[in-house]
T-cell receptor
């Protein structure tokens, strides 16, 4: 069975600083995708970034980047120049091959402080 | 506008009273699924559907039913709700396993 673990239930960061959210996973698949989703207080689920496991290059989307270590099964999210609007729950997720369901981690609540 | 529409946004009910949460997508996605979100547990899959008339259980299907009679709609049915089904529910859809999920805005369900 697949598992996704986020070991930091809560984190805080000062505005404009950098923060890294960790995620580890276990899967028997060789080719797969990994996702980070953001859930602000509005409770919408918003895709932050996607990583393809067969690509060695780490994905980047503006201030968001990942550190993907396939052998270690680690997929951390780095947020640079943190903004107040980054305050949210962040979920790491790994797809099942069947039915395109996702296995989610327990989430990390990030607070950006002014 | 491409979206997943989920209703109602909030629902309070009593134990045993059947309810349905509706979900509709306008993106012609094959895949649709339901999740429940509970503190510390993230989101867990309830049911999913790979196409019309094709549904299967997720990780926590007990106490839930679904149907997929049309491609765009995927309602979640609780025949006899119980307090342990109090949760935040999300419907989601996508084209396939490589595609990100598009989520509805969630339904906060309280069963007393």
């Amino acid at each position: 069975a697949q598992t996704v673990t986020q070991s930091q239930p809560e984190m805080s960061v000062q505005e404009a600083e950098t923060v890294t959210l960790s995620c580890t996973y276990d899967t028997s698949e060789n080719n797969y995708y990994l996702f980070w989703y953001k859930q602000p207080p509005s409770r919408q689920m918003i895709l932050v970034i996607r990583q393809e496991a067969y690509k060695q290059q780490n994905a980047t989307e503006n201030r968001f980047s990942v550190n993907f270590q396939k052998a270690a099964k680690s997929f951390s999210l780095k947020i640079s120049d943190s903004q107040l609007g980054d305050t949210a729950m962040y979920f790491c997720a790994l797809p099942h091959n069947a039915g395109n369901m996702l296995t989610f981690g327990g989430g990390t609540r990030l607070m950006v402080k002014p | 506008e491409a979206q997943v529409t989920q209703n109602p946004r909030y629902l309070i009910t009593v134990t045993g009273k059947k309810l349905t949460v509706t979900c509709s997508q306008n993106m012609n996605h094959e895949y649709m699924s339901w999740y429940r979100q509970d503190p510390g547990l993230g989101l867990r899959q309830i049911y999913y559907s790979m196409n019309v008339e094709v549904t299967d259980k997720g990780d926590v299907p007990e106490g839930y039913k679904v149907s997929r009679k049309e491609k765009r709609n995927f309602p979640l049915i609780l025949e006899s709700p119980s307090p342990n089904q109090t949760s935040l529910y999300f419907c989601a859809s996508s084209f396939g396993t490589e595609s990100p999920l598009h989520f509805g805005n969630g339904t906060r369900l309280t069963v007393t």
